[in-house]
């Protein structure tokens, strides 16, 4: 069984979406086995509970300038790191543990809308400002470059006249939680 964790910073509905794909839904391949977060109190921790996940609460310090928490990853038998709402940069320890191994999903196509600052509503109101007539996902491989890893899938959604960065952001979160475990588990496990 392949063991995933999913790294969150926030409310979790993607990880939640996960969590439901390869648990809830008993996928004989792979479920997710650890939920690693940096705020304590974050929605995606009480998601996790509910689920039955174990969790595990890291610091900056030793993220950054330590070994980036891969001897817990490897206790807990970890073999793919996915990336759902988690606003940190990876480091390069972790990525060099888990070679095209790690996923992120980013709620704009990439590459135009990425980078250091380019997350929620920073992204939907950059892509209105530039009046795009698409956004959508990209889902990709994490290297030592925010939002710059190999493109593994995206999805379009139109934005329209009088879009807000909430309307955006509600049409981008559709395409998330239709697709990320989707993908994910063709990742993993083999279509």
Known sequence: MIQIAVFASGAGSNAQKIIEHFNVNNSAKARVALVVCNKPGA???????????????????RFFRGDGY????????????????????????????YPRRIVNIHPALLPKWGGKGMYGAFVHQAVIDAAEKESGITIHYVDEHYDHGDVIFQATCPVTPGDTPETLAQKVHVLEHRHYAAVIEKLVVGS
Do not use: C, M, N, Y
């Open 43 to 61: 929605g995606v921790l009480q998601l996790a509970e509910k689920a039955g996940v174990p969790t595990l609460i890291i610091e900056r310090e």
């Open 70 to 97: 891969v001897p817990e990853l490897q206790a807990a038998q970890i073999s793919f790191v996915v990336l759902a709402g988690f606003l940190w940069k990876v480091p390069q320890t972790l990525i060099d543990a």
